[in-house]
C-alpha cells in the first residue's frame, strides 16, 4: 500500500481487489475533503480516544474514526509507532487474510510533524448486520409472549449463536489475535446465520499462535462484564463451553482457568461500574439482567445505545 502525500497529510487507499469496496470517485483527495467536512459537524460516536463521524459516500455508510491523544504518554509512543489508524488497517487486513469477518477499510490518513503524531483518521465500510447483544434482546422480548413451541425454536436460536461466539473468540486466540475491546457492542451477526463479525481494532494484537493464556483471558472478561437483557449465567456458561471446545481442553483445564474470569469480571464490574457491593452478590445476581420487555418500542433506547459501538 503506497501512500500519497496531500499537503501535510500522507493518505493510504486499499491496493488490489479491496480497493474495489470504496467507491470509484472517492480517491485520496476526496477522502481527505470527506475528513475535513465530517469534523464540522456532531460525532456518531465518541470516546476517550477517538470521535467517530457517519457519513454516506455514493449513498453507502461510511465511518470515519479519527484520533486524538488523551494522556502524554500515548504522544510518546507515537513518536515510534504507526497511528492507531494505521495499526486497524494492518491488523484488519491480517484478520480478513484470516477468514475473519472485519469491517472493510477504505482509506487511511496521518499528519505527523517529524515524527510527532498531529492527527490520524480511518474510514471503514458500514457491516450489514446486528450487533449481538441486539439479537439477544429481540429473542428474550419475543420468547416473553411466543406460544410454547416458537419460545423453544427462539431459545434454540440463541443458543445456537452463543455457542458460534464461543468459537469463533476461540478460533481468534488459536490464530494468535487478541481482540482489543471484545465488548458485546463490538461483536456483530452478519452474512451467513451465526457468522460472527469483530469491530473496533484500534488495541487488536496479533502475535504468535496460539495466543498465550495470560494474555486471551482478557477478552473473556471483556465479554462477560456487561449485564445483557436475554443474558443468563447460564448463557454465558454456553459460551465458555463452546470456547473451551474451540481451544481443545480437557474438562478439567476449563475448570481451572474459570474461577479467574469469574473473579476478575466481579472485580472489574466494581471497579468500572461501581457496583461496591459486587463480591457479595456474586456472579448470577450480579450479572442478571431485568425481564425483557414485551413492548418492542420499549427496547428502543437501549438497542440505540449499544448500536452505538459500531465503528
Known amino acids: 500500500m503506497k501512500a500519497v502525500r496531500i499537503g501535510t497529510w500522507r493518505i493510504w487507499l486499499p491496493d488490489g481487489d479491496a480497493r474495489r469496496e470504496a467507491p470509484p470517485s472517492a480517491g485520496e483527495a476526496e477522502w481527505l475533503a470527506l475528513a475535513e467536512r465530517v469534523a464540522t459537524t456532531d460525532p456518531w460516536h465518541q470516546s476517550k480516544h477517538a470521535l467517530t463521524y457517519r457519513a454516506f459516500v455514493d449513498r453507502r455508510d461510511v465511518y470515519l474514526k479519527r484520533y486524538h491523544r488523551y494522556r502524554w504518554r500515548t504522544a510518546l509512543k507515537d513518536l515510534w509507532r504507526p497511528s492507531k489508524a494505521r495499526h486497524v488497517e494492518r491488523v484488519s487486513g491480517e484478520l480478513a487474510a484470516a477468514g475473519f469477518r472485519v469491517p472493510g477499510v477504505l482509506a487511511t490518513a496521518e ?7 498531529v492527527d490520524a483518521w480511518v474510514a471503514t465500510a458500514a457491516l450489514d448486520g446486528t450487533p449481538i447483544a441486539t439479537r439477544c434482546a429481540e429473542l428474550a422480548r419475543r420468547r ?10 427462539l431459545l434454540g436460536e440463541k443458543r445456537r449463536m452463543l455457542a ?14 487478541v481482540a482489543g475491546d471484545l465488548v458485546p457492542a463490538n461483536v456483530w451477526l452478519t452474512g451467513a446465520p451465526d457468522a460472527i463479525a469483530f469491530l473496533d481494532h484500534d488495541r487488536t494484537r496479533a502475535g504468535r499462535a496460539p495466543a498465550p493464556w495470560r494474555r486471551a483471558r482478557r477478552n473473556l472478561v471483556q465479554l462477560n ?5 436475554g443474558v443468563v449465567a447460564t448463557d454465558r456458561a454456553r ?8 481451544r481443545g481442553w480437557s474438562r478439567g483445564e476449563a475448570r481451572r482457568r474459570l474461577p479467574w474470569i469469574v473473579a476478575k469480571t466481579i472485580a472489574r464490574r466494581r471497579q468500572f461500574d461501581g457496583v461496591a457491593d459486587a463480591a457479595a452478590l456474586g456472579f448470577r ?3 442478571r439482567a431485568p425481564a425483557a420487555p414485551a413492548d418492542p418500542s420499549r427496547e428502543a433506547p437501549a438497542r440505540s445505545a449499544r448500536q452505538r459501538g459500531r465503528r
Open 164 to 177: 458460534a461466539l464461543g468459537t469463533a473468540v476461540a478460533d481468534l486466540h488459536r490464530r494468535g489475535f
Open 285 to 287: 445476581r450480579l450479572m
Open 144 to 153: 416473553a409472549t411466543a406460544a410454547p413451541d416458537e419460545a423453544r425454536t
Open 111 to 117: 499528519k505527523r510533524r517529524g515524527p510527532m503524531l
Open 225 to 229: 462484564r456487561l449485564v445483557l437483557t
Open 239 to 246: 459460551v465458555y463451553r463452546a470456547y473451551a471446545a474451540g
